[in-house]
């Protein structure tokens, strides 16, 4: 009777161990509204690290870890129009389902005049670069996703409507992607608060390449200074390994912004410019 019961102890040690095992390396789960409702695309991931995510259309998510994360490390989940939740890692081994709270988006006040008698395009147009800007890595699917590139564009002081904006993708077999359009103000030449208070998904479907073209007309986007604009890569189909823009380097005077996690720290990297174009009314 006393060998049968060791042998059930070790047995449950084993799996109570294997399970800790698995929590250690990965958590899951589903992030939905007060009403139950799933969100969708919301940036999951560690604070300050490349380790990110971003939840499914159906609002659920699974978040891998690298070799040096650790228990008293901090899960943020956010998404414009919700108040962000973050959580120890300790604390998500239990934690299934995250509910977000709808908060309110506070955006600059700009004044608007009654119609926009110019229209400009600027950014860069040349498709020509020499490196690749790259989302989607092979050995890791929808681990990279939550990636995001920017590009900062000058304005001149006065009430201005981002009307539109196009991006280059040089390299995509995905058969279906998605990606979200956002813009920050600047604050010590970074990104700082979104001048949105909704999210803008755009759809890129039977591996397209080429310039996608985005119509922001309709989201009524002012601002009376300078603005950093993001492509972040929010969804994929199961079937592609290659997604990447191209960067141009060197272009003496220009930035390039990164976040290599949908929450990482934003990087500043001189004298890069991505293919990225704006049309702006005044």
């Known amino acids: 009777m006393k060998k049968k019961l060791v042998f059930f102890t070790v047995i449950s040690c084993f799996l109570s161990l294997n399970t800790i095992a698995q929590l250690s390396n990965n958590i899951s789960g589903l992030i939905q509204d007060a009403n139950g409702v799933p969100i969708s695309y919301v940036n999951v991931g560690i604070v300050g690290t490349s380790t990110g ?3 499914k259309e159906d609002g659920s998510y699974r978040l891998f870890f690298k070799e040096n994360v650790h228990q008293n490390d901090t899960v943020r989940f956010s998404i414009i129009g919700y108040k962000s939740q973050s959580f120890l890692i300790k604390e998500m081994q239990d934690q299934q389902t995250i ?6 988006v506070a955006l600059s006040e700009v004044v608007v005049r009654p119609q926009l008698s110019n229209q400009k395009i600027i950014g860069r ?3 020509k670069g020499n490196r690749n800007v790259n989302f989607s890595i092979a050995k890791k699917p929808r681990q990279n996703l939550g990636s995001e590139i920017g590009k900062k564009f000058k304005v001149k002081n006065k009430p201005t409507q981002i009307q539109s904006l196009s991006f280059y993708v040089r390299s995509n077999n995905f058969s279906a992607a998605k990606f979200r359009i956002s813009f920050y103000s600047v604050k010590k030449n970074m990104p700082d608060k979104h001048l949105t208070d909704q ?10 390449t080429g310039w996608i073209e985005v119509d ?8 009376n200074n300078d603005f950093i604009a993001t492509i972040q890569w929010i969804d994929s189909s199961e079937d592609g390994k290659r997604l990447a823009l191209p ?14 996690g949908s929450q990482a720290k934003w990087k500043r990297y001189k004298n890069m410019s991505i293919s990225m174009r704006v049309g702006l009314g005044y």
């Open 53 to 55: 995510t971003v939840s």
């Open 99 to 104: 509910v977000l709270e709808e908060g309110v």
């Open 125 to 127: 147009s040349k498709i």
């Open 199 to 208: 999210d803008i998904i755009v759809a890129v479907d039977e591996k397209k």
């Open 216 to 223: 922001l007309s309709t989201y009524n986007i002012f601002t």
């Open 247 to 260: 960067i141009r380097f060197p272009v003496f005077g220009k930035k390039h912004y990164y976040k290599f």
